[in-house]
């Protein structure tokens, strides 16, 4: 198992720009989410899903899209980019009660 | 909501040394409680977990108990190695959709 799975590691946007961070994973696990750290605050989820077509806004939703058409795959869409969007990503599975979530090795982005 | 607090740090300590790291939680119903370690360039891993009171989460020299009468669930390791220096965040679930509130992590630094 390749376990979770994120591309691509690093990107730089211009201010205005659009992007898709890609999270992939091969567990079968219904929920998924999407998380950005930034320096000294911990983790904040963005949105997550508890399964295909099915998503649902975190703490801080604004600026992001997401899509979940199968069980497999939940990208991250940023429209308009903003230098409050500089930070790394993070995507995360679960397979269900109490489990452990499962992290990808995560996307550095800045927006400059 | 739930909230989860634990010391910043950074916490630097000699090789051979005790550490523990503080963290105490505000959740509604029955929390499973959660250490996961970020090295350094990588996504989070679970360390150790405790599902229910008095429950003792163990794993690879570390701990933690779940008391629910102080609602805490400290870190604990009895020997620290310079390869345990990273990134150490408390986190719990509870509730459904198995969304994780996280603390805003602990680094540790282990020196020689």
Known sequence: NAGVTQTPKFRILKIGQSMTLQCTQDMNHNYMYWYRQDPGMGLKLIYYSVGAGITDKGEVPNGYNVSRSTTEDFPLRLELAAPSQTSVYFCASTGGMAYEQYFGPGTRLTVT | ?112
């Open chain 2, 1 to 112: 909501g739930n909230s989860v607090t634990q010391m910043e740090g950074p916490v630097t300590l000699s090789e051979e040394a005790f550490l523990t790291i503080n963290c105490t939680y505000t959740a509604t119903g029955y929390p499973s409680l959660f250490w996961y370690v970020q090295y350094p360039g990588e996504g989070l891993q679970l360390l150790l977990k405790a599902t229910k009171a008095d429950d003792k989460g163990s794993n690879k020299g570390f701990e933690a108990t779940y008391r629910k009468e102080t609602t805490s669930f400290h870190l604990e390791k009895g020997s620290v190695q310079v390869s345990d220096s990273a990134v150490y965040f408390c986190a719990l679930v509870s509730g459904g959709y198995q969304k994780v509130t996280f603390g805003i992590g602990t680094k540790l630094q282990v020196i020689p």
